[in-house]
């Protein structure tokens, strides 16, 4: 685990990513973790967490143009209710993105993924949102 300092520079960091992405009139539509890369120093090999690169971009359109749809469920732990495949009916907008941010926020504040609070990455059966009661993740967090 990072010290303290990199974890609180690394969420601001990723923040101001997006707002600089989202005021030149752009959405990101895939902020995840797996969407967060970190460079190790030629000197010593140490990661630099709080000098984080977004990556991801293949989803991303501006606003007003039409979102991106695909079948990943597991990608929905991502997304704000409203954008839920394959049902999602409205279009993605800041909001949508800002809450992606708050999963990967909270995160970096557990330093566990999404799918391990709810864990679905240790089982080979498939995610299904349906299924999620929520219960895994409040029963981590307040433990």
Same mark, same amino acid.
Request: charged content about 20%.
């Given at each position: 685990?990072?010290?303290?300092?990199?974890?609180?520079?690394?969420?601001?960091?990723?923040?101001?990513?997006?707002?600089?992405?989202?005021?030149?009139?752009?959405?990101?539509?895939?902020?995840?973790?797996?969407?967060?890369?970190?460079?190790?120093?030629?000197?010593?090999?140490?990661?630099?967490?709080?000098?984080?690169? #977004? @990556? &991801?971009?293949?989803? /991303?359109?501006?606003?007003?143009?039409?979102?991106?749809? %695909?079948?990943?469920?597991?990608?929905?732990?991502?997304?704000?209710?409203?954008?839920?495949?394959?049902?999602?009916?409205?279009?993605?907008?800041?909001?949508?993105?800002?809450?992606?941010?708050?999963?990967?926020?909270?995160?970096?504040?557990?330093?566990?993924?999404?799918?391990? #609070? @709810? &864990?679905?990455?240790? /089982?080979?059966?498939?995610?299904?949102?349906?299924?999620? %009661?929520?219960?895994?993740?409040?029963?981590?967090?307040?433990?």
């Amino acid at each position: 685990m990072p010290p303290l300092e990199a974890r609180i520079q690394l969420p601001f960091s990723l923040t101001m990513a997006l707002a600089k992405f989202h005021s030149i009139g752009w959405l990101h539509q895939g902020i995840q973790s797996r969407n967060v890369c970190f460079i190790a120093s030629a000197v010593g090999g140490a990661i630099a967490y709080s000098k984080p690169f #977004l @990556l &991801g971009f293949s989803r /991303s359109r501006g606003v007003g143009d039409d979102s991106f749809t %695909d079948d990943d469920l597991l990608i929905n732990l991502y997304r704000h209710p409203e954008r839920w495949e394959p049902q999602a009916k409205n279009r993605q907008t800041a909001i949508h993105d800002i809450y992606s941010l708050g999963i990967v926020l909270l995160e970096i504040g557990l330093w566990k993924t999404a799918t391990e #609070l @709810l &864990g679905t990455g240790k /089982s080979s059966k498939p995610f299904n949102i349906d299924e999620w %009661d929520g219960a895994s993740v409040h029963a981590e967090v307040a433990s």
